[in-house]
């Protein structure tokens, strides 16, 4: 079984920067799709940002030009990268990994962690 841990969240003012990492508990493991989703209160998960195992990356628009998402294979580790923040981003992030081939096919979620941003 594999857990998938992030860290790196917190309370900020509007403006400040948070990195967000995740991991698989298991060292090994393949990851080859992760994303970040968020979630506000009263709202729907959405995505916010998704890198690939070769490293494209995408974005939702309201992340475009403030996030960036990144990853260290040698750590197995993502992070992502959260400037200029806004109230407005303030929602549970969420870790996801998918894995596409072999015995550990499947998706994986992270617990979340609580990303608060102050005006």
């Known amino acids: 079984q594999v857990q998938v841990v992030e860290s790196g969240g917190g309370l900020v003012q509007a403006g400040g920067s948070l990195r967000l990492s995740c991991a698989a508990s298991?060292?090994?493991?393949?990851?080859?799709?992760l994303a970040w989703y968020r979630q506000a209160p009263g709202k729907q998960r959405e995505v916010v940002a998704t890198?690939?195992?070769?490293?494209?990356?995408n974005y939702t628009d309201s992340a475009k030009g403030r996030f960036t998402i990144s990853r260290d294979n040698a750590k197995n580790t993502v992070y992502l990268q959260m400037n200029s923040l806004k109230p407005e981003d303030t929602a549970v992030y969420y870790c996801?990994?998918?894995?596409?081939?072999?015995?550990?096919?499947?998706?994986?979620w992270g617990q979340g962690t609580q990303v608060t941003v102050s005006s």
């Open positions: 996801n990994i998918q894995t596409l081939f072999g015995k550990d096919r499947g998706d994986y």
């Open positions: 298991r060292r090994n493991f393949r990851i080859d799709v």
């Open positions: 890198i690939s195992f070769g490293g494209i990356s």
